[in-house]
């Protein structure tokens, strides 16, 4: 996402991305129930993607701020906040340079590791918990955030089992009866380019696949099935025109 000239205050920014992302119905007001117009965000995960995630949010808004990081290991937190810290650094996840250290509030206080991570970062005041760690630890993390009633963003995907996915939909609840904002890194299939894509690939490839095997079929060969092929009138030209004799000088 990237930042518009036009600055945003705390109340638009979640309004927006509540429209946007089809947020839980509600959920908006609490994060600005406070009276603060700044959004604070604590990142739990400080790998690749959690730092994509974390540059992607404060990207969206001046009034955004990170202010807590955690992960499992202390060279992954010491490695991302250096990277937060690195002006003008140009990173995959985004189309523009790193330009925001002076949103990055965190502190040698607020950078926790080990296991109990995630729920030291959500004791820091943060309104918003990024989620990026592994999978395996979602579904807790996701628990602990809504318990404290935390907005979430999480990363996809949500769990690795039954277990974990049974979590997820209580916790889903939970944020529901909360007026919480569940939001997961699934925004691809809701983007109006993919979509468009896969309305074409669906409807030029109906020859191949039953709709009932349409979702099997995609889910295999979409690489293929973007690829460009001859049109049916287009072999049956090219399979007559090798049937025809050569002409003779």
Not at 41 to 58: E, K, T, Y
Not at 75 to 93: I, Q
Not at 180 to 194: F, M
Request: aromatic content about 4%; hydrophobic content about 40%; glycine content about 8%.
């Amino acid at each position: 996402m990237g930042r518009t000239g036009r600055s945003m205050s705390r109340r638009q920014f979640i309004r927006v991305s509540a429209g946007t992302m089809a947020v839980l119905g509600g959920a908006a007001s609490r994060l600005f129930a406070g009276g603060s117009d700044r959004i604070r965000v604590g990142l739990v995960g400080c790998g690749s993607r959690g730092m994509g995630a974390v540059r992607n949010c404060v990207d969206s808004s001046p009034n955004v701020e990170i202010v807590a990081l955690g992960d499992l290991f202390q060279d992954r937190v010491a490695a991302g906040l250096a990277l937060l810290k690195k002006e003008d650094d140009k990173d995959w996840s985004s189309s523009q340079p790193w330009r925001h250290v002076d949103q990055v509030k965190v502190t040698p206080d607020t950078c926790f590791t080990g296991f109990d991570a995630c729920q030291k970062v959500i004791s820091c005041g943060v309104d918003l918990v990024l989620l990026a760690t592994s999978p395996h630890f979602r579904p807790m993390h996701l628990k602990a955030a809504v318990a404290a009633g935390k907005h979430v963003f999480m990363e996809k995907p949500v769990a690795v089992d039954t277990v974990g996915i049974r979590s997820v939909l209580a916790s889903s609840e939970l944020a529901q009866q909360k007026g919480l904002a569940i939001v997961a890194g699934t925004q691809r299939r809701h983007d109006p380019k993919y979509v468009e894509v896969m309305k074409r690939v669906i409807r030029d490839c109906e020859d191949i696949a039953t709709p009932e095997q349409m979702p099997k079929f995609l889910g295999r060969n979409l690489f293929m099935l973007l690829t460009p092929r001859p049109s049916a009138k287009a072999k049956q030209q090219v399979t007559q025109g090798s049937e025809q004799k050569p002409a003779t000088p």
